[in-house]
């Protein structure tokens, strides 16, 4: 008789514990915050203003050198031709096996650009040209269109034309933390692009592929030495994005902006052990 009252309690306690309104909060607890580190990587930038932000896709942490900086909107300047290349694929003005524009003959000051180019070959050296004369063939309506359906920056095309509107003198503007945003979307196929035109821009970004590692990215460099390098770096199934940008380059000694943001960016990134020591881009 006493077991059976002993069950009867046990079994009334276990009723009283489950229906309890705040047991879910308590087993629970709110959702959990991304880590947000604040790195120090002042011996990798040196006395160059900028900041650099790293997101683990995985876990969602951050790092982030110079916050301040991290939340400044500048143009994107040629790391617009990652959201350039996923327009002309999308909207058919180029494929990926037929993309190839013939050099018109004017010099220009890069002797790579001197040539014909495709896809590839224009986006790895950064081509002005090429995707100047994609801009108008895609049309503003069409780039607005995409441009606020994946969130890009503060969205305006208003200020300049079709084929400049990403650079200096123009209306739209990018902060290292949106960068991260959309690259983070690329990286996961979640931007309003078909997932293979997703994959096929994340395989032009490619600047060095050792094994199971990936390190790609897109420089962009201003007059007035301002400079981005994003992209990501992937090993195996982890996924990290990152957006690098300096300010205050203009002595003409120096190599463009941009290339100093990816050297940077390498740098720090084996500072922070994402990459190896021996790792090079040479």
Known sequence: MK?????????????????????????????????QNIVDLSK?????????VVKDIQSGQLDIYNEVNAQKSFSPMSSFKIMNSLVALQSGVIHKDNSTKKWDGALHPISTWNQDHDLQSAFANSVVWYYQELAPDIGADTMKKYITE?????????????????LDQGSLKISALEQISFLEKLCTNSLSFDQQVQQD?????????????????KTGSSQNGFGWFVGYLKNGDQIKVFATNVEGLVNKEDPPAGFVARDITVDALKSLKYLPEEFSLK
């Open 150 to 166: 994946n969130e890009y920056g503060n969205q305006d095309i208003s200020k300049g034309n079709i084929d400049d509107f990403w």
């Open 44 to 52: 990798s930038f040196k006395d160059i203003t900028g900041t650099l």
């Open 3 to 35: 077991t059976i009252k002993l069950l009867f309690l046990l079994l009334a306690l276990t009723i009283v514990v489950g229906c309890s309104p705040n047991t879910e909060s308590i087993a629970q607890g709110p959702p959990e915050k991304p880590v």
């Open 201 to 217: 821009v994340k395989e032009i970004m490619v600047i060095k592929k050792i094994g199971n590692t990936e390190f790609a990215g």
